[in-house]
């Protein structure tokens, strides 16, 4: 996978959980705000994950992540990102 699908991906996945997040959040009942809100969790946790390990330079192997910016070039070592 390369950075720029992994962020689409990681990005879709916190979107997705957040929402989960919010409607267990919401919900009155307690069953129904302990399911989505470890579905939203999960969802949460395989975004970060994704963003971890795929979301990072080919080159220097360091982090993409810049607070929401999908970088044309790594902001470590200014290779352009494919």
Request: with cysteine.
């Amino acid at each position: 996978m390369n950075p720029k699908e992994a962020g689409k991906v990681y990005s879709t996945f916190f979107i997705i959980g957040g929402v989960f997040l919010i409607i267990g959040m919401f919900s009155s009942n307690d069953s129904a705000l302990n399911f989505f809100s470890i579905i939203g969790f999960v969802l949460f946790a395989i975004g970060a994950l994704i963003c971890a390990i795929y979301y990072r330079c080919a080159k220097c192997n360091r982090s993409l992540y810049t607070r929401g910016r999908n970088p044309s070039f790594c902001p470590h070592c200014g290779n352009e990102i494919e």
